[in-house]
Nanobody
């Protein structure tokens, strides 16, 4: 199981970015994919996730109005569309994979529930 996160960068307040998490050596149906972020000096925060074959999603209340998760089977990728970015969104963003049934409950959305991690991608929002 390998994950490759990309799409981060420097953006001004109010701008948008789309993060990509490309999966290799496994099928998206068999894993739940989660997005997390970690700002300097802060704990890793669960942002969003999508279940395996069922495809139900979760987005944290703190970003629900601005972030959307989706996936593309043809590209074996999961995306995090981030709109109206704010300085508090500045962080390293990670994608991770867990059992396909994860993402339903709060405990299943925690970072400790995820087994495989991609490298992070930096998102910096300037004001």
């Amino acid at each position: 199981v390998q994950l490759q996160a990309s799409g981060g960068g420097l953006v001004q307040v109010g701008g948008s970015l789309r993060l990509s998490c490309e999966a290799s050596r496994f099928t998206l149906d068999y894993y739940a994919i989660g997005w997390f972020r970690q700002a300097p000096g802060k704990e890793r925060e669960a942002i969003s996730c999508i279940r395996g074959s069922e495809g139900s999603t979760y987005v944290a209340d703190s970003v629900k109005a601005r972030f959307t998760i989706s996936r593309d089977y043809a590209k074996s990728s999961v995306y995090l569309q981030m709109n109206n970015l704010q300085p508090e969104d500045t962080a390293v963003y990670y994608c991770a994979a867990a059992d396909s049934r994860h993402c339903l409950t709060s405990s299943q959305r925690m970072s400790v529930a995820y087994d495989y991690w991609g490298q992070g991608t930096q998102v910096t929002v300037s004001s």
